[in-house]
């Protein structure tokens, strides 16, 4: 049989696939490559490169928390500020305690998680979401406050660019964000130089600065635009607030503990060697800036820091000391940017985590194409975009809101190991649940004295966003727990009903091409219960009946319904007066012809789009759409001889249960369930619950070493559809949720439902499985 159409356009498929082919370049280009999930070994990261990835936080702080601590001090007493040489001791006792907890755990646990782990573990569900929320929170305030002090030193060098500072924030973490969603081991070789050369760099002034001290020529700082001084005592608050704020030299130090699977292996041996290594680079050059600052009378001014008042007393002048001193300015801008990389290893990770027991939504699990978690990357680069726009880069504003949330998680995590170690009873245990017990301590009493001394500049917004999250982590769970318990509840259901019945209703807007083969499929399926109607819509046919009646051989006749407010009021009012349950199904044949391959005219076709979306909210009916491409001016419509139904799952549940008994009742002469493998060990799972449920259909397990199925869908159905004579059927199993609950699951049908309605001889049917 064969349909000419009229007045239609050849498609401009080469110019989209060329669009195609050109993003798909650009992404290449920017990204890399896919990688297959069996390289996951080869992105794991020696020594040398974890240490700049996870550590350019805590080593970037030497560059601040020495100055943060003396701004305290000078602003109570300018004779105070000899006092920043014991409180940096203090504060690096203080670090080494930490680190210490943070190595017991890790070899405890072995696992990535730190301070979410060590706190749900040993404390409870809600301390360790706490932590996590804590953690969450201070990741994008690092990305905000890093990427805004560094562009302030730029800015404070090249004032004419002060204008531009926003702009400036938002360009690097986007090049941050690109090199992070590269690959971890790309991320490393890309932000290495910058950490070792700031290290090599500040350790070569400290090394000129305490030589020249030590043999009596100790040169003086040279202090432009200092701060105003404080002629006051110096009592006990302005000690703990000067070590509080000083404290700062201890945010990221938790990151290795949250990555710790990012090692290679023996990935807890080679994570805690590391760890210590940046615990003992962090102190050392903390306390050398310290020591210095005190000895050269370096103290805070507006336009000079004091790391850059110690780098120039310490070369001097001369063109040599010119160049180590710029050399060390331009490592600290460079590592004060790449202090936000350290987010960007630990945000994602942590986010995987909460996803992973259900806390958050299940999509921050998925790897991207270079075995990150992307979602996680791109959600942390937009939080902090959104912080630097909301406070104009403004490192002041965004200073007061630090700190807390990290401090948080120190004190539950080191809580978390002391009730570990009561638990274990390991020899020695008392003394390391002693030390962990210390660093509460101290961790708790900064927090406090952050909240107290910060609260009404700022600090109260974390403090406010903490619960906020927790609420949600609980919310979210309460949705997965109750998702589950019902689509496991109803899945013996399913297959427990009678054989469906179902009831084929072919929608009719026009004769055409697509609306012939859709004829031909409702036929194929109907079984003899077929019944065609046309709503009427300003410029229809209003001869289509007799027309349809010639083009169909009389069978079935078309009915024209009275048109309510939309076509979709009119389809529904008219599907209700047939059975439509978990044993009926009601079946909607919707044709689509489009004369180009474009989702903007398929979302422009108003009608039957809104047809779509409205009927998969109503509960036993299955969409159809039948969509065919205009191939020509004078294109014509051959009948297919058979039709193959394939059924893609990703579990065996309800929802994927009730799609395949509705694809058994189809009466196609080849229906298959298609699983999609991502990783090893998934498929062994499907094959087990296939079995315990007794699925009559034939299960295909393909391989998606990419993990994403549309590519491996796309080549499956292929296979089909190079018999010209053939048409692939592809049931749909689609969980339906509403409002803010799509946000907690992937959109894979939808995805899918995209990536193939342009596809030839491709037939799709939604089953939904409403959950409203």
Same mark, same amino acid.
């Given at each position: 049989?064969?349909?000419?159409?009229?007045?239609?356009?050849?498609?401009?498929?080469?110019?989209?696939?060329?669009?195609?082919?050109?993003?798909?370049?650009?992404?290449?280009?920017?990204?890399?490559?896919?990688?297959?999930?069996?390289?996951?070994?080869?992105?794991?990261?020696?020594?040398?490169?974890?240490?700049?990835?996870?550590?350019?936080?805590?080593?970037?702080?030497?560059?601040?928390?020495?100055?943060?601590? =003396?701004? !305290?001090?000078?602003?109570?007493?300018?004779?105070?500020?000899?006092?920043?040489?014991?409180?940096?001791?203090?504060?690096?006792?203080?670090?080494?305690?930490?680190?210490?907890?943070?190595?017991?755990?890790?070899?405890?646990?072995?696992?990535?998680?730190?301070?979410?782990?060590?706190?749900?573990?040993?404390?409870?569900?809600?301390?360790?979401?706490?932590?996590?929320? @804590?953690?969450?929170?201070?990741?994008?305030?690092?990305?905000?406050?890093?990427?805004?002090?560094?562009?302030?030193?730029?800015?404070?060098?090249?004032?004419?660019?002060?204008?531009?500072?926003?702009?400036?924030?938002?360009?690097?973490?986007?090049?941050?964000?690109?090199?992070?969603? %590269?690959?971890?081991?790309?991320?490393?070789?890309?932000?290495?130089?910058?950490?070792?050369?700031?290290?090599?760099?500040?350790? !070569?002034?400290?090394?000129?600065?305490?030589?020249?001290?030590?043999?009596?020529?100790?040169?003086?700082?040279?202090?432009?635009?200092?701060? @105003?001084?404080?002629?006051?005592?110096?009592?006990?608050?302005?000690?703990?607030?000067?070590?509080?704020?000083?404290?700062?030299?201890?945010?990221?130090?938790?990151?290795?503990?949250?990555?710790?699977?990012?090692?290679?292996?023996?990935?807890?041996?080679?994570?805690?060697?590391?760890?210590?290594?940046?615990?003992?680079?962090?102190?050392?050059?903390?306390?050398?800036?310290?020591?210095?600052?005190?000895?050269?009378?370096?103290?805070?001014?507006?336009?000079?820091?004091?790391?850059?008042?110690?780098?120039?007393?310490?070369?001097?002048?001369?063109?040599?000391?010119?160049?180590?001193?710029?050399?060390?300015?331009?490592?600290?801008?460079?590592?004060?940017?790449?202090?936000?990389? $350290?987010?960007?290893? +630990?945000?994602?990770?942590?986010?995987?985590?909460?996803?992973?027991?259900?806390?958050?939504?299940?999509?921050?699990?998925?790897?991207?194409?270079?075995?990150?978690?992307?979602?996680?990357?791109?959600?942390?680069?937009?939080?902090?975009?959104?912080?630097?726009?909301?406070?104009?880069?403004?490192?002041?504003?965004?200073?007061?809101?630090?700190?807390?949330?990290?401090?948080?998680?120190?004190?539950?995590?080191?809580?978390?190991?002391?009730?570990?170690?009561?638990?274990?009873?390991?020899?020695?245990?008392? +003394?390391?649940?002693?030390?962990?017990?210390?660093?509460?301590?101290?961790?708790?009493?900064?927090?406090?004295?952050?909240?107290?001394?910060?609260?009404?500049?700022?600090?109260?917004?974390?403090?406010?966003?903490?619960?906020?999250?927790?609420?949600?982590?609980?919310?979210?769970?309460?949705?997965?727990?109750?998702?589950?318990?019902?689509?496991?509840?109803?899945? %013996?259901?399913?297959?427990?009903?009678?054989?469906?019945?179902? $009831?084929?209703?072919?929608?009719?807007?026009?004769?055409?091409?697509?609306?012939?083969?859709?004829?031909?499929?409702?036929?194929?399926?109907?079984?003899?219960?077929?019944?065609?109607?046309?709503?009427?819509?300003?410029?229809?046919?209003?001869?289509?009946?007799?027309?349809?009646?010639?083009?169909?051989?009389?069978?079935?006749?078309?009915?024209?319904?009275?048109?309510?407010?939309?076509?979709?009021?009119?389809?529904?009012?008219?599907?209700?007066?047939?059975?439509?349950?978990?044993?009926?199904?009601?079946?909607?044949?919707?044709?689509?012809?489009?004369?180009?391959?474009?989702?903007?005219?398929?979302?422009?076709?108003?009608?039957?789009?809104?047809?779509?979306?409205?009927? =998969?909210?109503?509960?036993?009916?299955?969409?159809?759409?039948?969509?065919?491409?205009?191939?020509? !001016?004078?294109?014509?419509?051959?009948?297919?001889?058979?039709?193959?139904?394939?059924?893609?799952?990703?579990?065996?549940?309800?929802?994927?249960?009730?799609?395949?008994?509705?694809?058994?009742?189809?009466?196609?002469?080849? $229906?298959?369930?298609?699983?999609?493998?991502?990783?090893?060990?998934?498929?062994?799972?499907?094959?087990?619950?296939?079995?315990?449920?007794?699925?009559?259909?034939?299960?295909?397990?393909?391989?998606?070493?990419?993990?994403?199925?549309?590519?491996?869908?796309?080549?499956?159905?292929? %296979?089909?559809?190079?018999?010209?004579?053939?048409?692939?059927?592809?049931?749909?199993?689609?969980?339906?949720?509403?409002?803010?609950?799509?946000?907690?699951?992937?959109?894979?049908?939808?995805?899918?439902?995209?990536?193939?309605?342009?596809?030839?001889?491709?037939?799709?049917?939604?089953?939904?499985?409403?959950?409203?």
């Amino acid at each position: 049989m064969t349909l000419e159409l009229r007045g239609a356009r050849p498609p401009t498929t080469s110019a989209s696939r060329a669009a195609s082919a050109a993003l798909g370049s650009a992404k290449r280009v920017l990204i890399g490559r896919p990688r297959a999930t069996r390289e996951l070994g080869e992105t794991l990261l020696p020594k040398v490169l974890a240490l700049p990835i996870f550590s350019s936080d805590p080593i970037s702080s030497v560059a601040y928390a020495t100055e943060a601590a =003396l701004a !305290v001090l000078v602003a109570a007493s300018l004779s105070s500020r000899h006092l920043v040489l014991p409180i940096s001791g203090a504060i690096a006792a203080l670090l080494a305690i930490v680190v210490v907890s943070y190595r017991q755990g890790i070899k405890a646990y072995a696992s990535s998680g730190g301070s979410y782990v060590f706190a749900k573990e040993n404390l409870g569900t809600l301390p360790g979401l706490v932590a996590g929320a @804590a953690l969450l929170t201070d990741y994008v305030l690092t990305v905000a406050v890093s990427v805004a002090a560094g562009i302030f030193a730029i800015t404070s060098a090249a004032p004419t660019l002060a204008s531009h500072r926003v702009v400036l924030s938002l360009v690097c973490i986007a090049v941050l964000t690109l090199g992070n969603l %590269r690959g971890v081991r790309e991320a490393g070789l890309l932000f290495a130089f910058p950490t070792y050369g700031f290290i090599l760099s500040l350790y !070569v002034a400290l090394a000129v600065g305490i030589g020249k001290c030590a043999v009596g020529t100790c040169p003086q700082a040279h202090v432009p635009h200092p701060l @105003a001084v404080g002629t006051g005592t110096l009592g006990a608050f302005v000690l703990l607030k000067a070590f509080a704020s000083g404290s700062a030299a201890l945010t990221g130090v938790e990151s290795i503990s949250n990555g710790v699977t990012a090692f290679r292996h023996p990935q807890a041996k080679n994570a805690t060697q590391t760890l210590l290594a940046m615990a003992a680079i962090a102190i050392s050059l903390f306390i050398g800036v310290s020591y210095l600052a005190v000895r050269m009378d370096a103290r805070p001014s507006e336009t000079a820091s004091v790391v850059s008042q110690v780098a120039r007393a310490a070369f001097g002048a001369g063109s040599a000391g010119s160049t180590g001193y710029y050399l060390v300015q331009a490592f600290t801008f460079a590592i004060l940017i790449l202090a936000a990389n $350290t987010s960007y290893q +630990g945000f994602p990770r942590l986010a995987a985590l909460l996803a992973r027991d259900s806390f958050f939504p299940r999509q921050f699990l998925n790897l991207g194409d270079r075995l990150v978690y992307s979602n996680g990357i791109i959600v942390l680069s937009g939080l902090a975009m959104g912080l630097i726009v909301a406070f104009r880069a403004n490192v002041n504003s965004l200073i007061h809101l630090y700190v807390i949330g990290v401090f948080t998680a120190f004190t539950l995590a080191q809580a978390g190991m002391v009730r570990h170690w009561q638990r274990a009873r390991d020899p020695g245990w008392r +003394g390391r649940a002693a030390l962990n017990a210390l660093g509460a301590a101290a961790t708790a009493v900064v927090t406090v004295v952050v909240i107290a001394t910060k609260f009404v500049d700022g600090a109260w917004m974390v403090i406010l966003a903490i619960p906020l999250l927790v609420a949600g982590f609980y919310s979210v769970n309460k949705h997965y727990r109750s998702v589950s318990r019902r689509l496991a509840a109803k899945a %013996r259901a399913v297959l427990a009903r009678p054989d469906p019945e179902n $009831t084929v209703v072919l929608y009719v807007e026009r004769l055409d091409a697509a609306t012939r083969e859709a004829l031909w499929y409702a036929r194929t399926i109907s079984k003899g219960s077929l019944r065609a109607i046309h709503v009427p819509f300003p410029g229809s046919d209003s001869g289509i009946r007799p027309r349809f009646f010639n083009w169909a051989e009389g069978e079935p006749h078309l009915e024209v319904l009275s048109r309510q407010d939309e076509p979709l009021d009119t389809v529904l009012e008219y599907i209700w007066g047939f059975p439509h349950s978990e044993s009926h199904f009601v079946t909607v044949v919707i044709p689509e012809l489009f004369r180009r391959p474009s989702l903007l005219s398929a979302v422009l076709r108003r009608t039957t789009f809104s047809l779509k979306r409205g009927l =998969l909210r109503e509960p036993g009916v299955v969409v159809t759409d039948v969509p065919k491409l205009a191939t020509s !001016v004078n294109g014509g419509w051959t009948e297919p001889e058979r039709a193959v139904c394939v059924v893609p799952i990703s579990g065996v549940q309800a929802v994927s249960l009730r799609a395949l008994v509705y694809a058994g009742s189809l009466g196609l002469e080849n $229906t298959t369930g298609v699983f999609f493998s991502f990783e090893e060990g998934d498929a062994d799972q499907i094959e087990r619950d296939w079995r315990r449920f007794a699925v009559e259909l034939p299960l295909e397990i393909v391989e998606a070493p990419y993990r994403d199925m549309g590519l491996p869908l796309l080549e499956y159905l292929r %296979r089909i559809t190079a018999d010209p004579k053939a048409v692939a059927v592809v049931v749909m199993p689609e969980l339906v949720v509403s409002g803010t609950d799509r946000l907690l699951h992937n959109q894979r049908a939808l995805y899918l439902k995209r990536l193939l309605l342009f596809e030839p001889q491709v037939i799709l049917a939604s089953v939904p499985y409403p959950l409203l």
